[in-house]
C-alpha cells in the first residue's frame, strides 16, 4: 500500500509539476536601440559624354535625418563639346566664336592679334566691331577691363 501511495504521489508530482511554468512577468523596454541612419542617395552619371557632376551628403540626428543630392553642370565642358561638333561640321567660324564666350579664350585671341569673330566679321574688322561695341565683351576680360582703367585716368 505504501508502495502505490508513493508511485502514486511520483506520478503526480510529475505530471503536475510540469505544468507550472517558471519565468518572469514583467515588461522590459529596450531604449538603446538608435534610429535609423540617414544614406546618402547615389547618383550615378556614367556617361562620359555628360558635362555634368554629381555631390551627396547626409546628416543624421538622434531624432531627425536628412539626405541630398545635386549635380553640377561644367559649363567649360560644355563650350568645348559644342565647339567641336561646330567644327566636326565645317563651321569654323562659329567653332571660334563659341570658345570665345570664355573671357580667357577672348583675351588670348586679342593678344594674338586674331581678334575674336564679331557678327560674321573677322580680323581688323572684327577688332573694331568689339572696341564700339565693349559692353558685349565677356565680362572677365582683362584686356578691357585695363582700358576701361586707362580711360578712366586720363
Avoid: H
Wanted: glycine residues 6%; aromatic residues 8%; negative net charge.
Amino acid at each position: 500500500m505504501k508502495k502505490s501511495i508513493l508511485s502514486m504521489l511520483l506520478v503526480g508530482a510529475f505530471l503536475f509539476g510540469s505544468t507550472f511554468a517558471y519565468a518572469a512577468d514583467t515588461n522590459t523596454t529596450v531604449i538603446d536601440k538608435s534610429p535609423p541612419t540617414a544614406s546618402a542617395p547615389s547618383i550615378v552619371i556614367n556617361n562620359n559624354d555628360v558635362c555634368k557632376s554629381a555631390a551627396s551628403a547626409a546628416i543624421q540626428t538622434q531624432i531627425l535625418g536628412f539626405a541630398s543630392g545635386i549635380t553640377v553642370t561644367d559649363e567649360n565642358c560644355e563650350r568645348l563639346k559644342l565647339a567641336r561638333s561646330l567644327f566636326g561640321m565645317g563651321m569654323k567660324v562659329a567653332a571660334v566664336s563659341t570658345l570665345c564666350q570664355d573671357a580667357r579664350v577672348f583675351d588670348s585671341m586679342w593678344m594674338a592679334g586674331t581678334p575674336c569673330p564679331f557678327m560674321g566679321k573677322i580680323g581688323d574688322d572684327a577688332k573694331t566691331a568689339w572696341e564700339k561695341n565693349e559692353d558685349l565683351v565677356p565680362s572677365d576680360s582683362k584686356i578691357f577691363k585695363k582700358k576701361d582703367q586707362e580711360q578712366e585716368l586720363e
